[in-house]
């Protein structure tokens, strides 16, 4: 874990894209692994990557590995509302609503696993940290917009 940790912290953006695929793959299925995270201190470098400077993919697998992250896992999600994620999980949604991501995968699956883990964390919980960030103002939109584009009824329950 901890390899996988440093290249999040000082990788390139290739390596830190890969880094966040390999630890979203170890974390599926297993609380040890999503506890090991934490104790190698990857739960702040893997949020640093929703930052809007971020390439979509990048954005979109870290909010893949925060989902898989946060399922089932009540004790961790306290963590990932700690670092700040919440409001970079609400800007990545919002980021997508303004520039008309809705019509683009690439984009829409980094929105669509965002709106996941805020789902996790209201379920853990952790729902003041979520309506103090802005997300039901921002999960709203998200709704009024996938119901009047064709094709795109129901994006985010996937």
Avoid: C
Wanted: proline share 2%; glycine share 10%.
């Amino acid at each position: 874990m901890v390899p996988l940790v440093r290249l999040l912290q000082a990788g390139d953006v290739d390596e830190k894209e890969l880094a966040a695929v390999a630890l979203g793959n170890l974390m599926e299925y297993s609380g040890p692994n999503k506890a090991a995270l934490v104790q190698a201190g990857g739960l702040g470098p893997l949020v640093e990557l929703l930052w809007r400077t971020g390439a979509a993919t990048t954005r979109s697998n870290a909010a893949a590995v925060l989902r898989t992250f946060t399922t089932n896992n009540k004790n961790g999600n306290v963590h990932v509302v700690r670092t700040g994620a919440v409001d970079l999980l609400v800007q990545l949604v919002l980021d997508g609503i303004e520039a008309g991501y809705l019509r683009h995968e690439q984009h829409r699956e980094g929105m669509r696993h965002a709106t996941a883990v805020l789902r996790n964390l209201a379920s853990s919980g952790h729902q003041m940290a979520i309506r103090n960030s802005g997300a039901v103002e921002a999960l709203t939109k998200v709704m009024r917009l996938s119901r009047s584009t064709d094709g795109l009824d129901g994006w985010f329950e996937r």
